[in-house]
């Protein structure tokens, strides 16, 4: 992997979504290089927490992706966009398709629209796993056909679509890139649509038992959030991958049963989970195929699916404001 301390600094960058997970992530490390950063954000499942250590390195536009006017203001002067402002969760979008297609659909066209305008050298559109759907092929290639089951699959499937669109008739570098089940410090685990790991490190905290949705022998491309920002930093730079699309993972995959197993083996439980019929719109099984991030972007996932979890489960309990945050969320 390149060396990202050798890599361009200083440019003006806006991170839409900026207050949520993988967002407050990837600004931090955009910080850290040196360049200057604006997040826009309607905090709306992003948190005002994940983004005080960098309060006073960053600039805050609180706005709604949906609003072309805010878009534009955030954008203009900036060098490169990063999308990661998004209605998240496919149960969400099974339950409300409507709302979370005008979120992640407009959203992102008024993202790519205010891009344009602005004249921005690079978006970097975070799209969605989610997308390969039903097609049962294993691992997930990006050239193989994408069957999206969810309302949010499909919209992310679109966002890839406009990111095209807008680079052939436009000429705006757009690189898309899917996201495989990230996880890591700062997901919040207390809505209902919660990811599968914090939700049952959330249980295992308070001594409960996690829920699993079918036999759990579903299986999943588990990825640290450090491997998502690694990716993105790469896409920023690289020559010759606009219009691109990308899978960003560790090409492992592990089942919810094994899943709960190692978080009882790290956290030194021992509870069993509780299954519950299959949610409508979930994926069997998803496994990623990264040879292509690999030799077009030089990724490679440096933290494992084990390392991942360890530092996960660290980072909570040695953040007692999160920790509190959890205990009341069970």
Known sequence: MRSFAQMPSGQRIL????????????????????????????????RRSNLEALASDVEIIEGD?????????A??????????????????????????????????????????????????????????????TLPKREDMATLPISPYAVAKLAGEGYCRSFGVVYGLEAVAIRYF??????QDPRSMYAAVIPNFISALLAGEAPTIFGDGEQSRDFTYVDNVVDANMLAMNADSVAGHVYNVACGESATLNELVASLNEIMGTS????????????????????SRARADLDY??????????????????????QHLDLMSSV
């Open 300 to 321: 490679r996932p440096t933290v494992s699916f084990r390392e991942g979890l360890e530092r996960t489960v660290a980072a909570i309990r040695e953040d007692p404001a």
């Open 65 to 73: 992706i949906q609003s072309y006017e805010r878009a534009f203001h």
């Open 75 to 136: 954008v203009r002067g900036c060098e490169v966009v990063f999308h990661e402002a998004a209605l998240p969760s496919v149960p969400r979008s099974v339950q409300d398709p409507l709302t979370s297609t005008a979120s992640n659909v407009i959203g992102t066209l008024n993202v790519l629209l205010a891009a344009r305008d602005a004249e921005v050298r690079r978006v970097i559109y975070a799209s969605s796993s989610s997308v390969y759907g039903s097609n049962p």
């Open 181 to 186: 089940n990230v996880f890591g410090p700062r």
């Open 271 to 290: 509870i069993k989970p509780v299954y519950r019929p299959p949610r409508s719109g979930d994926v069997k099984h998803s496994l990623a195929d990264i």
């Open 15 to 46: 991170v839409t979504g900026g207050g949520g997970f993988i967002g407050s992530h990837l600004a931090k490390r955009l910080v850290s290089l040196g360049h200057q950063v604006t997040i826009l954000d309607n905090f709306s499942t992003g």
